[in-house]
């Protein structure tokens, strides 16, 4: 059975918008292009077929991969997480061994972007901070080597 995915409700709607924008329009102007390319210059050396039918084959992988986030989506509900305990959903705060704050929002691996302060719950630190509550100190093997946390607030 394949792992849920889990997705917050702009999110969903985002993948689907994305989505239809692939099956819709994307997909029918690449086979536009093909078939342009193929009666200009047949297949055989023609590199502008070929760039069309590689970019294709990318849409279709894309539409693949959103068809089965979207099918194995399990929302995330904003009043999921209860404050008391680090949840998907939940945004923590916390304080690293050098005495740095730092604030995660903890969503799917669909929709997490470290830069943006929104990591997965399969990433080290995601894992590391589910099911912890406030003042629990966690340890935690990232690229860098070991850092410590401390749990300072749960929202």
Avoid: C, W
């Avoid at 690449?30 to 047949?42: D, F, H, L, N, T």
């Avoid at 997490?112 to 003042?135: C, D, E, F, M, Y």
């Amino acid at each position: 059975m394949p792992q849920p995915m889990y997705l917050t409700r702009e999110g969903l709607e985002k993948l689907k918008a994305e989505l239809g924008h692939l099956r819709v329009v994307r997909r029918t102007d690449v086979a536009e292009r093909i078939q342009q390319s193929r009666e200009r210059g047949g297949t055989a050396g023609n590199a502008e077929y070929e760039e069309a039918k590689n970019e294709l084959a990318f849409i279709e992988g894309r539409i693949l991969t959103l068809d089965n986030i979207i099918n194995n989506s399990v929302l995330i509900e904003e009043n999921r997480a209860s404050g008391d305990t680090a949840d998907i959903g939940s945004t923590i705060t916390v304080k690293n061994q050098h005495g740095q704050i730092q604030q995660y929002t903890i969503t799917g691996s669909a929709e997490a972007n470290p830069s943006q302060g929104t990591i997965s719950n399969v990433s080290p630190i995601g894992k590391s901070l589910l099911g912890k509550r406030v003042g629990d100190i966690t340890e935690v093997n990232v690229p860098s080597g070991k850092i410590k946390l401390e749990i300072v607030a749960i929202q």
